[in-house]
């Protein structure tokens, strides 16, 4: 009798490869057959995939004012920057811009400083002002990176935003990140990961907690530079249980380590999100 | 009461550039553009081609230091530079439509400037003439030019004199600024004639224009031609010599008048579209966007309207411009309606490579206001604030020049945090081992700290004006993993950033 859906033999497939994968098994944006998290990502050298919102959020008390991790935002955008020819990269709402010298190279290279452009919606202006000029971002085929501040971002507007991004077939893909506050977490959206970063404390590395970080071992600073950790809390379309850490560091600028994420090794303080 | 000397006629005094190497630097020059990489060390020739003979139209300094002639045949020339040699082709348009981009740009140093249009070396005369005011030393002026023209990849040879045929003979016999001081001792080429002239001087052994003197006007006449001697009179001044000044190509634009007045909103979008694909065309002729425009409206019983849009970038898009005009036409008071409608461009710029940019910040400035896109520029300041400043695009630009100009500026190479406070928040600290940090309600046991690091303002900064820049700065490691920026001054202890 009919046997085995294919989608549950489908998705039975990927669990399997997802236990050896570095990411989570995600559904592309423009929704077609699933691929892996990172596979259009893989091109740009980049843990996450383009073309999709991933929303960021720096993982903390509850605080009037809220955080950003401008590092995993500033590394990320440096592999993007590194993977194509041109293209510029937009930060839109003051909260989402970082310290222009957090920017620079180690060796000196401006070149996110030069591609960079930022974008002031004003105190005057609303959210949906915010809102709409990422959309323009996301549409303007000159931008090959958007950091924005999703904070207040509702489920319709998330989508919006997911489906300017997709942008269409030939044109290039575009690097979306959303920084939203921490206490937006449970707040539904249409981005296709949700990520936290905390800084990686000392006992934890000390400890050597297995998966969840990754330190290349010849380093200049060695544990004189900040570590953190970024967890996927949440990936739409993907399996159940599914969440990654990966590790990035800090020297004179910043850099992703290159440490691969782990499937299903998250700790047990951040939880993984049920799936939306 | 004027005194006598300035009543004095002006005395007439002619700048001369001439660019000994003007093909081949043009050549290179749009050849780097093209995006073709050509090194320092490499011979350019510039290969001309007629009745299927190639030869070598112009060459670079390092080819004619191989020993390349202009003349020569490429496959000579070929033998002589050896592989390190790029070959390009000789656009006499191209030469001439930069020659006289020249000498418009020329104008920032006197209004009248103009192109030598005789033969031989391509020369762009300056009158400098009552200039003294603002130029008051010619070798510095022509310094000024010589480098400017050296940054901009074209070797210049500069001589002023008191009119425009002796300028030209000492700035094209020159080879340094100083090696010719007179006419005499400049060689006859240098007057301009034709080359077959000058060759039958060379027969009589007359090379040098002091040679040219000592014969008879008669005999001057009769055996090289009434143009030599009217170039030698020229050069002494004792013969008027025709300028024809370049002027500068008029901005494009475009003009609508209607039968009567007109106040339909239909009507003046599609004339607003008519006027803008007009203007669009004339960019598009010239290789130019704009970066300025102005729509202007005489009305009926209604004052002059007018709406003027500056573009983040060169633009020649007709949907863009249109789409831009659009909103401020619903708006239009034009009382009994439009009679008049003029669309003008008030800036030209060489047309980018982004242009989707170029709208997207016009529709967001278009919306948030000018100042809504800013681009960042880095200070030489040790206090993390004011370290970098944001610089509307709208005003500033985004090309690659100005921005590398912009962040040219050397950092401290120091840590600095990557997110910094709105303002310095109090915390609670135990300095030392086993120190801890209180803020924000939380308490961070420190690892280790680093520092401290004195950051005093300069002399000039009032404590009004800069409230939180001086003091000892630390960074703590904290066993949580947090890396904080402490400040610590007479009033206690304050978190400024962190590393996020």
Redesign the interface.
């Known amino acids: 009798m009919g046997g085995i859906p294919d989608e549950i033999r489908q998705r039975a497939a990927l669990l399997v490869q997802s236990s050896s994968a570095l990411l989570p098994s995600l559904r592309c944006a423009a929704g077609g057959a699933p691929q892996d998290l990172c596979a259009r990502g893989a091109s740009a050298d980049l843990p996450i995939e383009l073309g999709v919102v991933h929303e960021w959020m720096?993982r903390e008390?509850r605080?009037a004012?809220w955080?950003?991790?401008?590092?995993a935002m500033?590394a990320l955008c440096w592999r993007m920057l590194d993977s194509v020819q041109?293209g510029?990269v937009a930060w839109i709402g003051r909260h989402a811009w970082?310290?222009?010298?957090?920017?620079?190279r180690r060796d000196g290279s401006?070149l996110l400083?030069?591609r960079?452009?930022?974008?002031?919606?004003?105190a005057s202006?609303s959210k949906d002002?915010r809102i709409?000029?990422v959309q323009?971002?996301l549409a303007?085929?000159?931008?090959c990176a958007v950091v924005f501040d999703a904070s207040g971002c509702s489920m319709v507007a998330s989508r919006r935003l997911q489906l300017a991004a997709a942008r269409g077939d030939g044109r290039p893909a575009v690097l979306a990140l959303a920084v939203r506050p921490w206490h937006e977490r449970l707040t539904p959206s249409a981005a296709a990961t949700r990520w936290a970063?905390?800084?990686?404390?000392?006992?934890r590395r000390d400890a050597g907690v297995t998966g969840a970080h990754v330190l290349p071992d010849s380093t200049d600073e060695g544990d004189?530079a900040?570590?953190?950790i970024a967890e996927l809390l949440r990936a739409r379309g993907a399996l159940a249980h599914a969440a990654g850490q990966c590790t990035y560091r800090?020297a004179?600028t910043?850099s992703w380590s290159g440490a691969t994420p782990c499937v299903g090794a998250s700790d047990g303080d951040f939880g993984t999100e049920p799936r939306t | 009461m004027i005194a006598p000397s300035a009543m004095l006629p002006l005395q007439r005094r002619m700048l001369a550039v001439a660019f000994p190497r003007w093909s081949a630097e043009c050549a290179r020059r749009t050849a780097r553009r093209q995006g073709v990489a050509i090194r320092s060390e490499a011979a350019v020739l510039v290969v001309s081609e007629s009745h299927g003979a190639r030869t070598v139209h112009d060459c670079c300094r390092c080819a004619a230091a191989l020993g390349v002639l202009r003349g020569m045949s490429l496959v000579q020339a070929r033998a002589i530079c050896g592989s390190a040699r790029v070959e390009l082709p000789h656009v006499p348009e191209r030469d001439a439509s930069m020659l006289r981009a020249c000498a418009v740009w020329c104008q920032r140093f006197s209004p009248i400037t103009l192109i030598e249009p005789s033969i031989g070396m391509p020369v762009v005369l300056i009158d400098i003439t009552g200039c003294d005011r603002i130029h008051p030393s010619e070798p510095a002026l022509e310094q000024q030019i010589r480098r400017s023209m050296h940054a901009r990849g074209f070797t210049a040879r500069t001589a002023c004199a008191a009119n425009a045929a002796a300028a030209v003979a000492l700035a094209t016999a020159r080879r340094t600024p100083n090696a010719v001081r007179t006419l005499e001792a400049c060689p006859v080429r240098s007057l301009r004639i034709e080359r077959t002239v000058i060759e039958r001087m060379h027969e009589v052994n007359i090379r040098r224009v002091g040679d040219l003197l000592r014969c008879t006007r008669a005999s001057l006449a009769s055996r090289f031609g009434a143009h030599t001697l009217l170039r030698l009179d020229q050069a002494f001044g004792r013969a008027t010599q025709h300028i024809e000044p370049v002027r500068p190509r008029p901005l494009p634009a475009a003009e609508r008048i209607f039968d009567g007045p007109v106040a339909a909103l239909d009507v003046l979008q599609i004339s607003t579209q008519e006027l803008v694909g007009a203007v669009c065309v004339q960019l598009h002729a010239l290789e130019r966007g704009a970066r300025e425009i102005e729509l202007a409206a005489d009305c009926a019983d209604a004052p002059r309207w007018t709406r003027r849009l500056v573009f983040g970038a060169p633009s020649a898009n007709a949907r863009h411009m249109a789409g831009m005009l659009a909103p401020s036409l619903e708006r239009m008071k034009a009382g009994l309606g439009v009679e008049r409608f003029r669309l003008a461009v008030l800036r030209m710029g060489r047309m980018m490579?982004?242009?989707?940019?170029g709208?997207?910040?016009d529709?967001?400035c278009a919306?948030?206001?000018d100042?809504?896109?800013?681009?960042?520029g880095?200070a030489e300041d040790h206090r993390?604030r004011r370290?970098?400043r944001?610089l509307p695009?709208l005003r500033h630009g985004?090309d690659?020049r100005a921005?590398?100009q912009a962040?040219r500026a050397r950092?401290?190479q120091a840590?600095?945090?990557?997110?910094?406070?709105?303002r310095a928040e109090a915390a609670t600290v135990a300095l030392g081992s086993g120190g801890s940090v209180r803020w924000?309600?939380?308490c961070h046991a420190v690892?280790?700290w680093?520092g401290p690091e004195r950051i005093t303002p300069p002399w000039t900064a009032t404590a009004a004006l800069a409230p939180d820049d001086g003091g000892d700065f630390w960074r703590a490691?904290?066993?949580?993993?947090?890396?904080l920026w402490l400040r610590r001054t007479r009033d206690g202890w304050s978190v400024l950033?962190?590393?996020?």
Do not use: K, Y
């Not at chain 1, 955080?67 to 590092?71: E, N």
């Not at chain 2, 100042?371 to 960042?376: E, I, S």
């Not at chain 2, 840590?415 to 709105?422: D, E, I, K, T, Y």
């Open positions: 720096w008390a605080h004012a955080t950003v991790p401008h590092g500033i041109d510029r970082p310290v222009p010298r957090a920017c620079i401006r400083l030069e960079s452009l930022f974008v002031d919606p004003g202006h002002e709409w000029a323009q971002s303007c085929d000159g931008i970063v905390a800084p990686s404390s000392l006992q004189d900040p570590v953190w800090i004179a910043w | 490579r982004q242009e989707a940019i709208e997207w910040i529709t967001l919306r948030l206001g100042d809504a896109v800013l681009r960042c880095l993390p370290a970098s944001w695009v985004f690659s921005t590398a962040l950092v401290v840590w600095r945090p990557s997110l910094l406070l709105p924000r309600g939380n690892r280790s680093h490691q904290c066993d949580d993993g947090w890396w950033g962190m590393w996020s």
